[in-house]
């Protein structure tokens, strides 16, 4: 059953970094837009005849918290018609029509396994989201590691925010790591995800279960080496993003 197009207003739209943006998207028709945190929306933009051609895939980075807003955390593609249009067309009070919530990459009923949340870039998105739902909702759960991957500093999505709840949070640990970063922050990393969590799972292989968000390169290579280590398919779910 295809769920009904909704009207999306835009609320808000803050610049993150010299590439990305924010943007907070009003959902028409209700008072409390309901979704499971890791769930994306689709948004139907002006850019192509054909339906298809317009539609663009985006993950919630807000946790449910009874709004009909949404955040949406958006990197600028070169070349691409739907981001070109959103950061070059689109304002405060633009409308477009939305579909959603949709996907099933999201939180297992049962927090009874360590977890490795590992992205790159915009895919911290639906793990902002998951994380801050376990925040708000004092939900129980084994240790969360947090394993995201940007090439600098001031590429880091939700760095402050994330180092806070990661003091705040119980059992949450927050990992970045950077490629160009000379100079990297207390508690970071310098290189690539892949290293990070080969070496926390080194020091102590308890049962996991690994979320893995962004491009395909880092997402296969990421679920290769944990079958490597010897976790089963079933354990490793994924979310691609391009």
């Known amino acids: 059953m295809l769920l ?5 207003r835009v609320v808000d739209i ?63 593609l070169h070349g691409g018609a739907g981001t070109n249009y959103l950061f070059n067309e689109v304002k405060v009070g633009s409308e477009f029509p939305v579909r959603g919530p949709q996907g099933k990459f999201i939180l297992p009923e049962e927090l009874d396994k360590d977890l490795f949340l590992i992205c790159t870039g915009t895919g911290i998105a639906p793990f902002r989201s998951m994380i801050h739902y376990l925040h708000e909702q004092k939900i129980m759960h084994r240790n969360v590691h947090l394993v995201f991957g940007c090439r600098k500093l001031s590429d880091a999505l939700y760095f402050k925010e994330l180092s806070q709840l990661a003091i705040d949070e119980p059992n949450f640990y927050f990992h970045p790591v950077f490629s160009r970063e000379e100079n990297v922050p207390e508690g970071s990393y310098k290189g690539y995800v892949h290293q990070v969590y080969e070496q926390l799972l080194a020091e102590e292989k308890d049962p996991a279960r690994f979320y893995l968000c962004g491009w395909k390169n880092m997402v296969d290579e990421a679920k290769d080496r944990i079958l490597a280590l010897g976790y089963d398919k079933k354990d490793i779910h994924l979310e691609l993003y391009g």
């Open 4 to 8: 009904e197009w909704k009207t999306g």
């Open 14 to 76: 803050i610049n993150e970094t010299s590439n990305t943006k924010k943007f907070f998207i009003e959902i028409a028709g209700t008072e409390s837009f309901d979704f499971h945190p890791g769930q994306f929306i689709t948004l139907d933009l002006p850019i192509h005849e054909q339906k298809n051609k317009r539609w663009r895939s985006y993950s919630i980075a807000s946790a449910p918290n009874g709004t009909n807003i949404i955040e949406l955390v958006i990197v600028l």
